[in-house]
């Protein structure tokens, strides 16, 4: 498995602290770092008020790219319905552009009305929409000049003016409560960002993306998987066997996660991180 981490975004604020952690998490061997988003942040959310701090992950990314070398990043997860198709394609072929190629478009859903309703969004057509966005984001990335008349999106005789180094930028597809959201994902994505925890009914999830890659003529493992794994809270014992879960799944990547301990610094979540690789995740690597 790809070893990555997530990066802390509820707790390190500072740019300094923003450019170690990620210096660090390189030097350290991670593979990836992902990035949760809300761009607005309703009282009716229990987890994403106003009050808690979330960097946002395009910016985020483009920033990091600038002080990283090697490690890629993906985004866990972009909540593409709520966010204009082309100027998503622009900024996600830059941040490629700008890293030489190492980014991993994680994209959602979304489960907040009120998120959409501010960012004047239809939350009822979300699923539609986003399979649109999906095939209009891969011709830009692929074509100096794009046609395309849809439901959502015209274009005429438009193209990005700068293009991405992957061509396409790989596309993956977060959640998947309900036969349709995985069905999508099956027909649709590069990757599914699985959630949390392996102890539920990730196995039948898999099995229906499987399924319906195959359904759709694509081959059965067509699409990666990568699991989420707290670090916080747990030892080399724990981390073993939930990383060992994942890996029965078939997952190809993992994300681990130093959040909700504590910290307030960007060398105590390292700290955390380090213990993990040691103890665990350069077994894993590959």
Do not use: C
């Not at 106003?50 to 990043?73: C, K, N, S, Y």
């Not at 984001?137 to 959502?152: A, I, P, S, Y």
């Not at 229906?208 to 493992?221: F, H, K, L």
């Not at 130093?258 to 307030?264: K, L």
């Amino acid at each position: 498995m790809k070893i990555g981490i997530s990066f802390p975004t509820l707790e390190l604020h500072d740019p300094e602290e923003v450019k170690e952690f990620a210096q660090g998490a390189e030097q350290l061997g991670f593979h990836h770092m992902t990035a949760l988003e809300h761009t607005l942040g309703v009282r009716t959310s229990a987890s994403y008020t106003p009050d808690v701090h979330i960097h946002e992950p395009m910016v985020l990314f483009a920033f990091l790219a600038g002080v990283t070398r090697t490690i890629q990043f993906a985004n866990s997860i972009l909540i593409l319905p709520q966010r204009q198709t082309v100027v998503v394609a622009r900024q996600a072929a830059e941040i490629d552009a700008l890293s030489g190629g190492r980014l991993r478009l994680g994209i959602g859903l979304g489960s907040n009305e009120e998120e959409a309703i501010g960012l004047g969004t239809d939350f009822h057509t979300r699923g539609a929409r986003v399979e649109e966005q999906i095939e209009v984001m891969r011709l830009l990335w692929t074509q100096d000049v794009v046609n395309f008349e849809g439901h959502w999106h015209r274009i005429i005789d438009g193209g990005l003016t700068v293009l991405p180094v992957q061509r396409p930028i790989p596309i993956w597809i977060g959640g998947g409560h309900g036969r349709r959201p995985l069905e999508r994902i099956g027909r649709l994505a590069d990757g599914w960002v699985a959630g949390s925890s392996a102890q539920g009914d990730a196995e039948g999830q898999l099995e229906t993306i499987r399924n319906a890659s195959v359904a759709a003529g694509r081959p059965r493992d067509a699409v990666q998987v990568q699991g989420r794994m707290p670090l916080v809270g747990g030892g080399a014992e724990e981390w073993a066997l939930a990383a060992e879960r994942w890996r029965e799944l078939d997952a190809t990547h993992l994300a681990v996660n130093t959040s909700r301990g504590g910290f307030t610094t960007a060398a105590e979540h390292l700290t955390l991180a380090e213990r993990f690789m040691d103890e665990v995740g350069k077994d894993l690597a590959n």
